[in-house]
């Protein structure tokens, strides 16, 4: 894990003061709303439907056990009681008054946290594989690349004011859990036939409005480069993006009217006037970069005997062990993924009471370490096999062991309409209909993996385009309705999905949902194909009827 050093601290420190200064001067009116926007927006804050919302970096989704309970004590003190994690690894304080928002932040820096960036036209928080490093598919932890980036663009003078917000991902694994091809640059960890390790990037992913799969603009690339090449396509992307219009402004517009070939050849040309004033990326900062992220000392798991036995014994167990843990690297442990989607709960929410509690797991089983996933779920990532049952029986106590990891309860949301002064409709809602409807535990698993994704509006927070089964809020006339796509994916073979048909009403969306999925199970092979090939494989007509003829 990464630990700041003292110039990191001193950024803090320094950026904090700034902002305590700048809000003060606005509340005394000295600074007028649009002099303070960019200034709030650089800092992490908004101004939402009922109040102000503060967005919390989680850079690369990892968390220190202390941290988590910083998390835990700005809820109680600053806020109502909890937090939203959200799909880009980060957590946002829905409620925190605007004065006090500068003795947050303050607080934040003393565990090494802060908000830079989370918002405006900006480069913004970095994020990856939340197995990252532990994943035995990996080829290289993407980590310390993650690092390197966000310490480069972290208040690059030259990209603090973009065309419009840019994101970032990376992955080291052939299995693309960061969704690199939904992002305006993806960058994946490749091996090259003689056995080099290097980068292939992509570039004009996104959602959102135009939603957009990213395109390879270059196949191979030497990691020493990689600090250049991703500031040759910042520098085009700064001189070439629409600042004229804001639905037009992103990068995926960009490439797509140019053209992959000629965006492909105007980066290459820029990066041949970049590699003149940045240097390839020194060997020794790069191993002191990569030695904060050395693994923990892995202590050999022996005895299995009990893990074993309460497997046998205990269904429950069983159950959860298969959905909400996978293989680690090191023999003898095991990824613990903690459902934020219980019945009842708005999906990413965790109060403060519990978080204290995750990090109090974290210490005791979890090596301190906690991960954040872009599915709105935490990570253990290294828990002792010996010692999952003891995991799990606390998860359990805390309403925090649901076995639905990638199930179709585990559903993305957004916080929709009843936050966000973007939203069209009610997002959670939705969910909270649609998880009393499935909501048997067997039943659930009896249809398997099914992704859905919801949300309120079309900048797609929820990610909806990408859903197995995708669910978009839509206003007409005043009352609210919702389009369904189906067939969206986010992985290494990355889909946008179909438009099912007209919008259905607010009344009508969870029982559409439920056709849909009655549909999918009639015409499954067997218990073993998803949903996703089985909708590749019948296509859209067979789940229309049941939704719109009544």
Not at 78 to 106: C, K, S, V
Not at 244 to 257: G, Q
């Amino acid at each position: 894990m990464y630990a700041y050093d003292e110039f990191d601290r001193n950024l803090l420190t320094r950026r904090v003061a700034e902002f305590r200064q700048q809000t003060v001067r606005y509340l005394e009116g000295r600074l007028s709303e649009d002099q303070f926007r960019p200034l709030r927006l650089m800092n992490g804050l908004y101004f939402e439907l009922h109040a102000p919302m503060l967005r919390v970096a989680i850079p690369y989704g990892t968390l220190h056990a202390d941290q988590m309970r910083m998390l835990a004590r700005i809820a109680r003190e600053y806020d109502r009681g909890y937090g939203h994690f959200t799909t880009r690894q980060n957590i946002q304080f829905n409620w925190p008054a605007l004065e006090m928002t500068p003795d947050i932040l303050e607080d934040l820096s003393s565990v090494q946290m802060h908000a830079m960036q989370t918002s405006g036209n900006c480069v913004r928080n970095i994020t990856t594989d939340h197995l990252a490093g532990l994943a035995a598919d990996e080829i290289e932890d993407p980590r310390p690349w993650c690092e390197v980036i966000r310490q480069w663009f972290t208040l690059h003078p030259e990209f603090l004011f973009l065309p419009r917000k840019f994101k970032i991902a990376v992955t080291g694994a052939p299995i693309d859990r960061a969704a690199t091809l939904l992002h305006d640059i993806g960058v994946q960890i490749v091996r090259a036939d003689g056995g080099e390790t290097g980068f292939r990037i992509l570039a004009g992913g996104g959602l959102g409005r135009t939603p957009v799969i990213g395109e390879v603009i270059r196949d191979f690339l030497p990691k020493q480069e990689l600090i250049a090449y991703l500031d040759a396509i910042l520098r085009v992307y700064n001189q070439l993006g629409r600042r004229d219009n804001k639905y037009k402004a992103r990068i995926k517009i960009l490439v797509r009217e140019t053209g992959i070939a000629r965006f492909r050849e105007m980066v290459e040309n820029e990066w041949r006037h970049v590699r003149e004033t940045v240097p390839p990326l020194d060997e020794a900062e790069f191993a002191a970069i990569r030695a904060r992220f050395a693994g923990p000392v892995f202590e050999p798991v022996v005895d299995t005997a009990d893990f074993a036995a309460h497997r046998l014994m205990d269904p429950r167990f069983q159950r959860w062990v298969d959905r909400n843990t996978v293989e680690h690297r090191h023999a003898g442990y095991r990824a613990v993924f903690i459902s934020l989607k219980a019945p009842g709960q708005a999906p990413g929410d965790l109060d403060a009471v519990r978080m204290d509690a995750v990090a109090d797991l974290a210490d005791r089983y979890s090596l301190s370490e906690i991960r954040t996933t872009h599915t709105q779920n935490l990570l253990l990532p290294h828990v002792r096999v010996d010692e999952l049952h003891a995991v799990f029986e606390v998860l359990a106590g805390l309403g925090l062991a649901t076995p639905n990891i990638g199930e179709l309860t585990d559903m993305i949301c957004c916080p929709g309409l009843d936050y966000c002064s973007l939203a069209n409709a009610h997002s959670i809602p939705v969910a909270e209909e649609i998880n009393r409807l499935f909501g048997e535990i067997d039943a659930v698993h009896d249809v398997g993996e099914l992704r859905i994704n919801i949300s309120g509006c079309m900048n797609a927070c929820g990610h909806h385009h990408v859903g197995h089964i995708g669910i978009l809020g839509v206003e007409k006339r005043g009352e609210e309705w919702y389009q369904i796509t189906l067939g969206g994916s986010s992985g290494e073979n990355a889909a946008l999905g179909d438009r099912l048909g007209p919008a259905v009403s607010r009344d009508a969306v969870a029982d559409a949902v439920a056709s849909i999925v009655h549909t999918y199970l009639d015409h499954r092979i067997d218990r073993n194909e998803p949903f996703l090939s089985t909708y590749r494989r019948i296509g859209i007509a067979p789940f229309k009827e049941p939704v719109y003829v009544q």
